[in-house]
């Protein structure tokens, strides 16, 4: 069932989240916005937490589909592997006001400030859980954790041992397939390894005719966790790609076949001092290539250090630093860039302290991070929380902070000319320029929360805040310049924008009877036009979860999306548009046929054959159309029990 708790939480094993009640789920210890194990219910921060069996249950293919569930996301389908997340809006693909990492890990690209969902096909079997912040998260994330945070948490290989094969068929969409082992090697190394290959069939344009979208990737992986001592433990995760999409270049008619390619391997120490202080050192290292639009090389290296430690049982600092490098090679993409190849390091520094005023009653957490990047130099980042719980029943929690996104790549380097019409006989360009000079953009946000849970079978929850952007990075108002034979539209990026949002986040889960939990979701989001219009000011869900019988479940989900309003251009050569108000309906039966062996099958987008859920973006035109579509999923387990001493 979707687990609606406001936390924060990132590198923390919990428990398994699905054996719980609604009244556990509130006291299981996380790492949470302190970065220290702390309960769900006393966490001073709006965060939902998309547990593994959320995954399972509602028959999701992929992660972006799966966080349309998550209560203040926004997210939509822009082609089979493109997709849009974002919240407390600013919805485009250009999301860059959201960080996203794995196991801590970040795949935030600097090019144009965004995620690149589709080569985010991790194994949702593996997944443990999905932990999303909504609202700022500077402090300990860093620069571009502006509305919030996306941390996809691994499970450790101890819970995956055995042998899996699971497959999945759609007719219309595509198909996976994932085969993977657990074994473990003494009694003190654990490890898990897969391999999956997905494909996706092509969508239509909503003007007719299946567009040149097919999508597909295959992947290979390696987790392996050591206990070395009782003090000291040890994770290496390590990853690679190799997908193909078909594709319409931006700039011409013709239609190529683009490349997506790419290597990880993480590495992390947890050392334990003594019962008062811990350490942590992570680092990882990314390598990727990608082809058509955008297109980049690109190479990064981070180092981060964070050590833990409590003066008594109600005062604890927490501090440490990181140092991180990255570098592009955009020689391969059909904008220009100058220069083509750069390098950019990031250091910085944190500390938070937590002070408990009265003894489960009210605490007080106060912090900042100051880091040095090499485009806007030195930033600082700093946020102060309170939680007051009264009862067991009742919480409130408040929070302000300071938050910045750093310049993207494409706003600092870009050189880009798009023939844009005929103008008294000349031909007219739009020349869009990147600006080196450009400053970081800059957030103050307060938030408010509330938690009521007076029975283990109902929880509510809710969260409001307000957001204040200033320094916004936008392309400025079109210089005319005349040259020989045309007119030149100078239209360079700057520092010239200023906006605010605020809105109400509700979230309730109610189980009527024990083998039934119903639960909802209900955004309300207000705002700047700049900030708010291309986000709908609605968004609703409500999913069902019915256990037919120990090994039969009936699982429905209804979404619904507000109307986007006709607006300005969202992307150069665009057309204002809008989009209609739609709904999403999914039902789902599975089945437990023997302990190995279960069986699926899932309707998707059944309240219509096609729908178009996105804008015009930069890169495309308008999105294609999300079709109707049933899938069938075979899965074969053999589970095996880790070997103890």
Known sequence: MPIFMLISACFAQTPDLTDLSIEDLANVRVTSVSKKPESLSGAPAAVFVLAGEDLRR????????????????????????????????????????????????SVYTPEYGGVYWDVLDVPLEDIDRVEVIRGPGGTLWGANAMNGVINIVMKPPQQTQGVLVSTSADLDQGYTTLVQYGGQVGQSLTYRMFGKSSYWEPYNSPSGGELPNNFNMSQAGFHADWTASSSNSVSLETETYDG?????????????????????????????????????????????????????????????FQHNYDFSSRQSLIWGGSFLSTSDDLTQDPAPYSPEKRRNSVVSGFAQYDVTIVPDRFRLLAGAKIEHNDYTGFEYQPQARAVWTPNKIYTFWASVSRAIRSPARNESNLQLLIPSGISNGQPVFVDITGNPNLKSEHLRAYELGYRYQPSHAFSFRAAAYYNDYSNLIVTANPIAQFIPNALLLKTPYANDGSAQTHGLELTVSWKPIERWTLSSAVTELRGSPRAAEASPRHLFNVQSRFNLSHNMELDSGLYHYGALPIQATVSAGSPPMGLPAFNRVDVGLSWQATSQWSLAVRGRNLQSAAHVESLATAFDGLGAEVPRSVSFKVMWQQKAEPRRK
Not at 59 to 66: D, I, K, M, N, S
Not at 90 to 101: P, Q, T
Not at 290 to 304: H, K, L, Q, S, Y
Request: proline share 4%; glycine share 8%; net charge neutral.
């Open 58 to 105: 509602g028959g999701f293919t992929t992660l972006p589909e799966a966080l349309r569930m998550v209560p203040g996301l926004y997210v939509v389908q822009i082609n089979p592997h493109q997709w849009q997340v974002s919240t407390r809006g600013f919805g485009d693909l250009e999301n860059n006001k959201m960080l996203v990492l794995v196991d801590g890990r």
């Open 244 to 304: 193909r999409f078909r594709n319409t270049e931006i700039f011409s008619a013709a239609r190529t076949t683009d490349l997506l390619k790419g290597s990880d391997v993480l590495v992390r120490w947890k050392h334990t001092i003594s019962s008062r202080s811990s350490t942590d050192l992570l680092t990882y290292c990314d390598w990727y290539t990608r082809t058509g639009v955008p297109a980049e090389m690109r190479n990064t290296c981070d180092i981060e």
